[in-house]
């Protein structure tokens, strides 16, 4: 009986110390519109402006951030878009997710963190659908990811994190932009997704999930108008005031 009490204490203080080991680490997938070929405003941001015209291509890139202790061995998250059914975003030529930013074996060799593509699985939005971008895996990573922004030793070498990995990119055409909140939402919603501590363990609650949005500029011409008739009610109001 002695023996069974010491043992179900035992696997409690496991539990207790991988409880520990993630308490209070956050895993931050932030959304960032990094490019358009067209005249937009709010680019480096999660929410660009773009006329309501559409037909402008935008680069949406996703970046990863986390102060897990001792890294995280793997990472998978998705993205939905459309949601509103209203069809704005449509899937561009993906971006290569494949990056050459950080080493994360530094030494005499290179082992850099390569995110993959091959498994991002699309569905276009339509009236009907939502748009689905899954999943976004960690792919060739070989070494965990150290602490965003910290630095680390793999044998004698030392380096420091970037302040934030990018895990991928994606290019969105846009069909007609509203401004209706946000546009794209970032989440563990494929059946593949999931944060993984060093050990390989899952990191539950620890994630946080940031959106994008894409914003109506009236056109020029639709301004103008609009001024014209705020003048012709200012000038109605005074013609009926002299009367």
Same mark, same amino acid.
């Given at each position: ?106 030494? @005499?060799? #290179? ?6 593509? /091959?498994? %991002?699985? $699309? ?6 659908? &939502? =748009? ?12 965990? @990811?150290? #602490? ?6 793999? /044998?004698? %070498?030392? $380096? ?6 990018? &895990? =991928? ?14 546009? #794209? ?6 059946? /593949? ?11 539950? =609650? ?22 014209? /008739? ?14």
């Amino acid at each position: 009986m002695r023996k069974v009490f010491s043992v179900a204490l035992m696997a409690g203080m496991l539990c207790l110390v991988g409880m520990t080991k993630d308490a209070g680490a956050t895993i931050t997938i932030a959304l960032e519109w990094g490019a358009c070929n067209l005249a937009c405003t709010g680019l480096l941001t999660n929410s660009v402006n773009v006329s309501g015209a559409g037909g402008q291509t935008l680069r949406l890139d996703i970046f990863l951030t986390h102060n897990e202790p001792g890294g995280i061995s793997g990472h998978g998250i998705s993205l939905h878009f459309d949601t509103d059914l209203l069809n704005e975003l449509n899937i561009g030529a993906m971006g290569a997710p494949e990056w050459a930013g950080t080493d994360v074996e530094p030494g @005499l060799g #290179v082992n850099l963190y390569s995110p993959l593509d /091959g498994a %991002v699985v $699309a569905q276009e939005s339509t009236g009907a659908l &939502i =748009g689905r971008l899954l999943t976004f895996e960690s792919g060739n990573l070989t070494q965990t @990811l150290p #602490v965003s922004g910290a630095p680390y030793t793999v /044998g004698t %070498v030392t $380096a420091t994190a970037p302040a934030r990995y990018r &895990i =991928g990119q994606v290019f969105f055409t846009v069909n007609a932009a509203a401004t209706d909140g946000f546009d #794209v939402f970032s989440g563990l919603f494929g059946g /593949g997704d999931g944060l993984l501590n060093s050990l390989g363990g899952s990191i539950p =609650g620890s994630g946080s999930f940031g959106n994008a949005s894409v914003n109506l500029i009236p056109e020029p011409g639709t301004v103008s108008l609009l001024g014209l /008739g705020l003048v012709g009610l200012a000038l109605a109001g005074r013609s009926r005031r002299r009367s």
